[in-house]
């Protein structure tokens, strides 16, 4: 199927058959390596997965999600994070580069520079970046997972203080999201499509004069 | 082509052959308006796309973008913005679905109240989301043009206030990127991708113990 056909066949699944499908670490590891062919900001990767799938740890999750039954109901569930400190592999991402002749000396060091001068002292990029890189691909693993049949749901509401807590998240990472995958409970049919927008009030051309304040 | 084929045919291109494909209004309305079908909190749309086609306009983008030659080459750039107030399409959002049925009157009211308690007050949940449901169209949006044939590249790197001052964006609106787009340059070799990190390294169990702190 095109890209068009399985971002209209992903749907933000309300319930699941609990544990309805069985998802092994295997499996979910793949997923999230394919996802992770997203692009990021000078490739720093600033995205980490905390995989889900025990029955008393997905209970944690339910707390922690204001008891959202999709997370209890879920075979697993996925927790997003952006490393807000993604720029410490600067080095090592240039060495990297240098090693299968991307670049060469100088350009390595110039990328370093580039890098440290993008995020230092700017922290609305730092944590645009640990949001807007971990995004695509969450984006990219929702696409891969409705490609192979497995629903998801992206969540956003959480108690980010206990989730850290209880799923020993260092402050150098961001919880961006959750995103519970599984078997669309059977007997729920399939949620209409939210309207979207129309283009006219979403698009904008060469400058967004007109926008409402 | 699987969505996986897809991932692994985008590049981030680093050279536009200069405007070198003609990218119509409508033809980049149409992208957008598919790339929209991803989710988004409450299903609240909170993205806008400023596109930059007209060459005196990309001139100014390119200025604001420190010169990366990319945005003059582009046939198209799109800024893609997230609504740091998307919470204000609570009500609209409501009544949407108590018209389509999807909800009743009181599940309707209880929905602008979640939203209400999930954004008021709470700034780190409101930048969060005008980063990352923007992110979420924007990654479907390079993934639909890749399939299209379309080059692509994501810019991370501008000056927020000239890129503001110049494209009229309210404050409301953050400008999360920028998205190139066009023909890659003729004489430029695919570029390899990036190496990943391996699972083990982004990839966690349970819980996060152990990460870099």
Redesign the interface.
């Known amino acids: 199927?095109?890209?068009?056909q399985?971002?209209?066949r992903?749907r933000?699944v309300a319930r699941f058959e609990p544990e309805g499908l069985l998802l092994t670490?295997e499996m979910?590891?793949e997923l999230?390596?394919?996802?992770?062919?997203?692009?990021s900001?000078f490739?720093l990767?600033p995205?980490?997965?905390?995989?889900?799938?025990?029955r008393e740890?997905k209970e944690i999750l339910y707390d922690c999600a204001y008891k959202q039954e999709k997370v209890r109901q879920a075979s697993a569930v996925i927790i997003v994070?952006g490393d807000a400190f993604g720029d410490r592999r600067a080095a090592e991402?240039a060495a990297?580069?240098v090693q299968?002749g991307?670049l060469d000396q100088a350009q390595a060091t110039q990328l370093v520079e580039?890098i440290h001068r993008?995020y230092e002292g700017n922290d609305?990029?730092r944590?645009?970046?640990a949001?807007?890189?971990p995004?695509?691909a969450?984006?990219?693993l929702?696409?891969?997972a409705?490609?192979r049949g497995i629903g998801t749901t992206?969540i956003?509401?959480f108690d980010?203080k206990a989730l850290r807590r209880?799923?020993?998240?260092?402050?150098?990472?961001?919880p961006?999201?959750l995103v519970a995958m599984g078997l669309p409970a059977l007997d729920a049919p399939v949620?209409?499509?939210?309207?979207?927008?129309p283009?006219s009030e979403?698009?904008?051309?060469?400058?967004?004069?007109g926008?409402?304040?």
Request: aromatic share 8%; with cysteine.
């Open positions: 199927m095109t890209v068009l399985i971002l209209k992903r933000s670490r979910l590891e999230i390596g394919d996802a992770c062919l997203a692009p900001d490739n990767q995205w980490r997965f905390v995989v889900v799938r025990d740890r994070c991402e990297e580069a299968t991307a580039a993008s609305v990029a944590f645009a970046m949001v807007r890189d995004a695509f969450a984006m990219s929702m696409l891969l409705t490609e992206p956003g509401r980010d209880a799923f020993a998240i260092p402050d150098r990472y961001f961006v999201m949620p209409p499509r939210g309207r979207r927008l283009p979403v698009v904008f051309h060469e400058g967004m004069g926008a409402e304040p």
